[in-house]
């Protein structure tokens, strides 16, 4: 990919280094407590600590995009060797341990997944993202340069923006989760129309559209039956 991409703008560099210096990740043993942006469900940091933190989990998803050098991330018992451009999205609740360089700067967002979730039709993406997502020229290459292009310019809109810039972020995060499910829908067969008709393929949407609303209304009802 262009590494210019990848470099930063010194004012949003500024900026971003200087809140970083503000927040500091508090651990209780393996819990994280995330310390959101005041009236926000959304921090977004410029990190370029060395510092290293165990296995831990919290309630928020975490994205991690490396700009300098390379980052270390283990998710349960899979290690990541992330390099510049790079991205992996931890899902909520999952064990996971940062494993920072001698130096480097990568961009770090948290948020809380709740905020989104709830969308009508964002119920069938949580087959892909029930579990760390790997996204690189290799794994996504029809979206790659796509999910960059919007996680850039979601570290400017949360830096710089105005009265709706928790609005605009979401509005980013949104499209990258959609990007990813579409590309991940033309990787499985089962789930791509064999035939160019749009129709076709709108209705197969619909359809799991309904079946996955249905078992998220219907889940606890099933968990709460006396098992005959």
Not at 158 to 180: E, I, M, P, T, V
Request: charged content about 25%; hydrophobic content about 35%; proline content about 6%.
């Amino acid at each position: 990919m262009n590494p210019t991409k990848l470099t930063l703008d010194p004012d949003l560099l500024k900026i971003g280094m200087q809140d970083a210096e503000q927040y500091h990740r508090r651990m209780d043993s393996e819990r994280e407590v995330v310390d959101f942006r005041p009236d926000t469900t959304l921090r977004f940091f410029i990190n370029s600590q060395t510092e290293s933190y165990e296995m831990h989990r919290h309630p928020a998803s975490e994205l991690i995009m490396p700009i300098e050098n390379t980052y270390t991330v283990i998710v349960g018992q899979t290690r990541y060797e992330l390099n510049p451009g790079e991205i992996l999205l931890i899902p909520p609740g999952e064990l996971h341990q940062l494993i920072a360089p001698p130096s480097g700067l990568r961009l770090i967002y948290i948020f809380d997944m709740e905020a989104v979730s709830a969308i009508k039709g964002f119920s069938y993406l949580t087959i892909f993202l029930s579990h760390a997502v790997l996204i690189t020229p290799d794994t996504c290459p029809s979206v790659y340069e796509q999910e960059v292009d919007l996680i850039m310019e979601l570290c400017r809109e949360y830096f710089f923006g105005g009265h709706l810039r928790d609005l605009n972020c979401y509005a980013s995060l949104l499209k990258l989760f959609a990007n990813y499910g579409e590309s991940r829908i033309e990787q499985v067969p089962a789930m791509r129309s064999r035939e160019s008709d749009s129709e076709r393929s709108a209705r197969l949407y619909d359809k799991l559209n309904i079946v996955f609303d249905y078992m998220d209304k219907h889940y606890n009802e099933a968990l709460s039956g006396d098992g005959r």
